[in-house]
Nanobody, 118 residues
Framework: VQLQASGGGLVQPGGSLRLSCAAS????????MYWFRQAPGKERELVTN????????YYTNSVKGRFTISRDNAKNTVYLQMNSLKPEDTAVYYC????????????WGQGTLVTVSS
């Protein structure tokens, strides 16, 4: 099983980034997909998740209206479009997979660092 996240980097406040997470080794379309983040000195937090057919999504309040999660089951890939980025969005972002929306994570990817700074 592998979850390969990419797309992180340095961006100025107000800018945008698109993270991708390519999955392999399991039946992607059967799993909820998640994005978590962990800022320096803080606990890991759930940012967003999406169900298997994209009919159900959740966003933490701090990113509502700015971030969009999506998935392409044909490509076994989940995306996180991040707009209007703020310095407080600086964190390592992790993708993850679970059978349900209950935060019981079966698989974790490696993180990708997003730094929002001028």
């Amino acid at each position: 099983v592998q979850l390969q996240a990419s797309g992180g980097g340095l961006v100025q406040p107000g800018g945008s980034l698109r993270l991708s997470c390519a999955a392999s080794g399991f039946t992607f379309s059967n799993y909820w997909m998640y994005w978590f983040r962990q800022a320096p000195g803080k606990e890991r937090e759930l940012v967003t998740n999406i169900n298997w057919d994209s009919s159900n999504t959740y966003y933490t309040n701090s990113v509502k209206g700015r971030f969009t999660i999506s998935r392409d089951n044909a490509k076994n890939t989940v995306y996180l479009q991040m707009n209007s980025l703020k310095p407080e969005d600086t964190a390592v972002y992790y993708c993850a997979a679970g059978r349900t929306a209950s935060l019981n994570i079966d698989y974790w990817g490696q993180g990708t660092l997003v730094t929002v700074s001028s």
